[in-house]
Every structure is written in C-alpha cells, then in structure tokens.
C-alpha cells in the first residue's frame, strides 16, 4: 500500500465500510460461507479467464490451464521460484493485458495499484542487489485450475511471484473464495538516492499498526505483547494456513472505541485490496461472528524501523504482518480466513449439494 490512499475506500470511516458489509452480506448467496459473494463476482472471473485462455496457443494453453484435481493447486509460496503457469515474460503485451483484466474481476483499483506497485519493489530489488535476471518483474505467472467454461464444477487461479500470492476459487451456485493472501515488499521502504526513494509498498498498514500499539497503556497493553523480540517471519506461511490455533493478544472487548476502529482500519486496509463485494462479505462475516471476538497481537519494538510484527486474528480473519529480515526492512504479511482456506467451505458445501 501506498503512503498515499488514493482510493475511495481510505476516505470513508470504519462505520460506513461496515454499513455497506452489511448491506452486501444481505445480498450475498451463502454469507454464513463467508467469501461467498454475489454471482456476478464468478461470472466475470469465468468471462475473464476464458477471454485470456483464448488469446493463448496450444502450448501456452497446456502450461497455463491444469486439471482442477493437480496437486499445486494450494502449492503457493512466496520465494522467487519457477511456478506453475504462464509468466508474464512469456507473455504478449495482449495476452498480459488479458491477464490484468482477470485480476481485475478479484482486485480493487487499490489493490491493483498494489500488485503493480510490488512488480515495482521487484525490479528496485533487481537493481539494489545487482541481479536482475533473479528479481524479475516478468517472473510473475497466472494458473488456472480446472475449466472456467463449466457451469457446474468448481475451478480455481493463482497469480503468483515473489513476494504476491493471489488465489480464487469459483464454486459455482455456491460462491467464490479467496485466501490465502500474501503480500510482501523488500526493500519495504525504498532508500535514498534511488528513483523510486521513500516509496513504501505496505507502509498505510504499518502505520495504522504503529498507530494502534501506541495508544494501548498499561495492562492493555501488556495484553498485547507476545513478547520482546518479533517472530522472525509470519507463522502462517504455505502448508501452515492452519497452524495458529491459539488465538493470543488482547481482545477487542478490552479497548476503547478509537483502538476498536484502529483494528477494524487494519482489517479494512487488507480487504480493501479485494473488489468491493468480496471485500463487504468478508466483513459481514467478521460482524455475524462478532467483531469481540478478535483479537490483537504485537511482538518486538514499538519504534519504527526496528524488527516488529503484529497480529489480527479471530474465527473468520487471520492477518500477520512480519518486519524483521534485512534491518526491519523487508515485510512478509500474509490474510487467511481460517474457515475458507482455498475455498474448503465452500467446496464441502458443493460436493453436498451436487451428491
């Protein structure tokens, strides 16, 4: 995220955020699934992926569109590695747009600002480390899993680079299920001397966390603190979605109204990422189980620019953000729905229903 919230989501306040999650949850198909958002949400993922899947040859084809049953659908992580997919260097300029159009039918205009911002970070680490065939904008790639062309079984997509792991899944009649999320940024704060100096990818949500520690006191805080040290990386990581089962930190029940909203600007900065009715059934969801039921987390300094990490977690919203590696400028920061992992909700819910 940029300093600078050019969006319209940052200017409205928590309440109306939360009104208008109310309003969308009332319209989605299975609210009690959580990510199940309203059709049109599926119909233009399925119109998008076939419209880039047409612009594809055979063999790009035979890369970019596995069986919905390959093992690296939920294989993501967020190391520079070859992935499954098209890349976007292995891409026309038209066959990238297509794809951008795609991320669209899942994005935000802010949280496609973010994901090219972070294609930004890349090439600013190519050029500090010296290796820029290894840190490679074009290295980011698109998969899809099973056929958007049916109208009945489930399909599912990745993009996915260093450092930016997306992933949707469409059951049909069902609804649509994102998570996980991961976004990172090293340098996370771009340094001086260089083009892109003091842009900072995550730096709203560091902020608003900082922001937030701050204004605890006393046992309140000490409530919070998991400890002196950060955690050196975020727990959650790939085939770990389900490790943090404790939740810890202080509840929201023991802070005032303007640390409440403190956590709910948190939790809308990540939502806010997704379009806005993925993003308003998340947060219905989190209202029905009730937002006292979340808690916050802090470990490590309370100052800027020293390794810290800090947590929102409850039954239905699990974000981890971790600044440690490279000084406490490198952030690893990760968004689960604990219920609706890869969409296992709602594919229990459809394999119900089609049996």
């Known amino acids: 995220m940029h300093d600078h919230d050019h969006s319209h989501d940052g200017h409205h306040s928590r309440r109306a955020f939360l009104g208008s999650a109310a309003a969308a949850g009332a319209s989605a198909t299975l609210p009690d699934l959580g990510w199940a958002a309203v059709p049109q949400v599926g119909d233009d993922m399925a119109k998008t992926a076939r419209a880039w899947l047409a612009r594809l040859d055979t063999r790009q084809r035979s890369q970019a569109q596995l069986e919905w049953t390959n093992r690296r659908r939920e294989d993501w992580h967020y190391v520079p590695r070859g992935r499954a997919g098209l890349a976007f260097r292995d891409m026309t300029p038209e066959q990238v747009a297509a794809a951008w159009d795609m991320l669209g039918s899942l994005l935000s205009p802010r949280g496609i600002d973010q994901v090219r911002g972070q294609l930004k970070i890349e090439a600013v680490l190519g050029e500090l480390s010296g290796s820029l065939s290894f840190r490679d904008p074009g290295n980011y790639a698109l998969v899809l899993f099973g056929d958007p062309a049916g109208t009945d079984a489930p399909w599912a997509w990745r993009f996915e680079g260093h450092h930016l792991s997306l992933s949707a899944m469409v059951a049909p009649g069902h609804g649509v299920a994102i998570t996980p999320v991961f976004f990172g940024a090293n340098p ?168």
């Open 188 to 355: 996370a704060h771009v340094p001086a001397r260089h083009q892109h100096a003091g842009f900072r990818l995550l730096g709203e949500e560091e902020t608003a966390a900082f922001g937030l520690i701050r204004s605890l006191e006393g046992a309140v805080r000490s409530e919070a603190l998991l400890g002196d040290r950060s955690l050196g990386d975020i727990v959650s990581g790939p085939g770990r979605e389900l490790a943090l089962q404790r939740v810890e930190g202080v509840p929201l029940t023991r802070l005032n109204e303007a640390q409440r909203d403190g956590v709910m600007r948190i939790l809308q900065l990540y939502a806010g990422t997704m379009r806005e009715e993925i993003a308003a059934a998340q947060l219905a969801k989190l209202r029905e189980t009730g937002i006292d039921a979340l808690h916050f987390a802090w470990a490590g300094s309370q100052a800027p620019g020293r390794p810290h990490y800090f947590r929102v977690h409850g039954p239905t919203a699990l974000i981890e953000y971790d600044n440690t590696q490279d000084g406490a400028n490198h952030v690893h920061s990760v968004w689960i729905d604990p219920q609706g992992v890869f969409g296992r909700d709602l594919l229990k819910a459809h394999y119900r229903g089609a049996h």
